[in-house]
């Protein structure tokens, strides 16, 4: 029986000394590998997060291009009312202008000298 325990620890002492480099450089190309995968995990994120701000920066830009074009038609649209109103006014005071310039020369007319 003694002899057994001792091939058995020489056994259990061997494959121990020879697992032990293998499961070191297990852990070692473990902790590469995770390297690698937070690197690249990294890159990956870093790459969305810059296409997205590029596409967002796009969009913005688009909103403001249509958005200031809806301000200019709004802008033309101000300046023509304006200008009809304005030519209205013209008109009704030429022809009040002309009614007052009637009505004072009847004024006029009808005074007892």
């Given at each position: 029986m003694q002899g057994f325990l001792t091939i058995t620890r020489f056994i259990a002492a061997a494959f121990w000394?020879?697992?032990?480099?293998?499961v070191r450089s297990g852990r070692a190309s473990r902790c590469t590998l995770r390297r690698r995968?937070?690197?690249e995990l990294r890159r990956r994120v870093t790459d969305s997060?810059?296409?997205?701000?590029?596409?967002?920066?796009?969009?913005?830009a688009d909103v403001v291009d249509r958005v200031a074009d809806v301000a200019d038609g709004v802008a033309?649209?101000?300046?023509?009312?304006r200008d009809a109103v304005a030519d209205a006014?013209?008109?009704?005071?030429?022809?009040v202008s002309g009614a007052a310039h009637?009505?004072?020369?009847?004024?006029?007319?009808?005074?007892?000298e």
């Open positions: 000394s020879a697992w032990s480099p293998a995968l937070a690197l997060a810059a296409d997205l701000q590029h596409a967002v920066a796009n969009r913005l033309r649209q101000g300046h023509a009312v006014v013209g008109r009704g005071a030429h022809a009637d009505v004072e020369r009847f004024a006029k007319a009808s005074k007892t």
